[in-house]
């Protein structure tokens, strides 16, 4: 059934065990200090239990105040609108005997280095659900920069360390993470040589993403199937750091230098400050995969 607010599309689909009184879960955005961010213009999806036989829903935004009775079957409601506007919405449901509320704020900002406060904290949970190896303290430091680098490239998006609208409309709606061509059984490593993102993964799924670097165009990474055979822990005379070998002197490891571009003489380069984190996620006989 579809019914809608004054300006504003509800969509109602009844679901659900029942509960004991009336609750009110939103499913969409990214929860910070109890309030409930989503980017402008997605869509809210919220689910309500109630042990009444009818609800009544009112919605408050900036376009005014409407409301609706949605159908209930077993204890159990839904709706959804589209947070057309930026700014708060106030949703409150009520069975007679109890009521819930929850608000909802859509919001685009943005976010570099040095901001702080709860749009970086909203930012660095949405990349962290990703599968982004980020920092969630609140402050847009260095870890978090290379996490929305990271982020830009899976998205083939211009390479920098800034969040931008763009970034922070796809990370609300849990959208960008790195989508892997493999699903093996345990752990394994695939590295895109066109994004120059490596990922570490587990049963088929994203454990952490990493920005990365190749080799250049004249000593360029070798493409294929290999295994990790030798790691080498500390910094070694090159100025490789915590090196993880998979074919001959081919390794991934650590390095002053990471350059959105690629830039050394076959091995992949990550972060000095991801490195140790990378070389303790990664076990000799493991996989790797190397592709474009």
């Given at each position: ?70 159908p209930v079957e ?98 609300l709606r849990g959208?960008?993470?790195f989508e892997l ?112």
């Amino acid at each position: 059934m579809k019914r809608a607010f004054a300006g504003l599309p509800i969509l109602l689909i009844a679901a659900a065990p029942a509960q004991a009184k009336l609750g009110l879960e939103v499913r969409s955005g990214i929860s910070d200090k109890g309030d409930i961010y989503v980017a402008k213009g997605q869509s809210v999806y919220l689910r309500g239990t109630t042990s009444g036989d009818t609800v009544t829903v009112t919605l408050r935004g900036s376009n005014g105040q409407s409301t609706i009775t949605p159908p209930v079957e077993r204890g159990s409601f839904r709706v959804a609108f589209k947070a057309r506007k930026q700014g708060s919405y106030l949703l409150r449901a009520s069975d007679g005997s109890s009521s819930s509320a929850v608000r909802v704020n859509s919001v685009l900002p943005r976010a570099g280095a040095g901001s702080g406060g709860w749009k970086v904290r909203v930012l660095q949970q949405g990349l962290r659900r990703l599968g982004f190896a980020t920092s969630t303290g609140g402050r847009f430091d260095g870890a978090t920069g290379r996490a929305v680098n990271a982020f830009r490239k899976t998205n083939s998006m211009s390479r920098t360390t800034f969040a931008s609208r763009d970034v922070f409309a796809k990370v609300l709606r849990g959208k960008g993470g790195f989508e892997l061509r493999h699903t093996d059984k345990g752990r394994y490593v695939e590295f895109d040589v066109s994004r120059q993102v490596l990922a570490l993964a587990q049963d088929g799924k994203v454990v952490n993403v990493y920005q990365a670097s190749s080799g250049k165009s004249s000593t360029p990474t070798v493409f294929g199937t290999f295994r990790f055979y030798r790691k080498q822990p500390g910094t070694n005379s090159k100025g490789m750091v915590h090196s993880n070998y998979f074919i001959r002197g081919y390794a991934i490891h650590g390095f002053k230098s990471v350059p959105n571009f690629p830039a050394s003489h076959g091995c992949i380069r990550v972060p000095i400050p991801n490195s140790k984190s990378v070389d303790s996620q990664i076990s000799i006989g493991e996989r790797i995969y190397v592709y474009r």
